[in-house]
């Protein structure tokens, strides 16, 4: 988290955080009357921790200046590069149409809609289906699956990786009998404890988790899919001022997209209803 970055002391770092203020970028275009009004801290204090957040991001502009003009890539790149990206199945032929070839790496896809529609579900199949093998045209990845209403049910999970590996089975049955056959050695015990599950039951717990992410991933480089269930949950139960609700979850959403691009794994996030994450 960048604001933890900054010379200032831990108490105003804190309410920083709590206010909704994750990134440099955040602090860059407020006045100091308006932070010190959001943090009920004295004006003066306010300019401090704004001076604090200038210093900081000129330090790094001019360090990261050279990486920027080096890191230009021409469109015709990008084009092969997009071509090139695997999808991860929805187990829908027409969904997976719909949506370009399935879950697309280095983006993240929103699935919207009214309660009891299946959205979970998907969620869950999703978690599953990015840990079939290469062989059958998978990514053989794993799955950090974030879970904020507490609707994730670890049977129906269970049940779903057994009949993944059922069609894997019909798969190298019927359409490999002419060919030699990719051995399955899964079973849903494996497929289960490829699933990272973490369960929220705050927004701040949800706003620390998302930044601790770049460090998991890291350390578990092997994960090819984020799924939030759902992700403007809290939100929508413990915030009233619209604009910091607003400003957390753009954040929050820009946090994610640049997970997609950095791993080149998937995110799929869900909202219930007209909530939708992007609005």
Known sequence: MEILRLPISASQRGKLISA????LYSLSSISSSDLARELKV???EALEILKAVSHTRGLEISNASCSIVEGAQNAWDMLHEEESLMHITTS????DNILGGGIH??????IGGVPGIGKTQLGIQIAVNVQ???DFGGLGGKAIYIDTEGSFMVERAFQIAEACIEDMSEYNRFLRKDFQACEIRMQPKDILENIFYFRICSYTEQIAL????DKFISEHKDVKVVVVDSVTFHFRQDFDDMALRTRVLSGMALKLMNLAKKFSLAVRTVCSLCNFFFQ
């Open 210 to 213: 998302i930044n601790y992410l």
């Open 105 to 110: 790496c280095k983006e993240v896809t929103e």
């Open 20 to 23: 909704g203020y994750t990134s």
């Open 132 to 134: 079939i093998p290469h």
């Open 42 to 44: 004295p004006e003066s």
């Open 92 to 95: 829908s032929a027409d969904l």
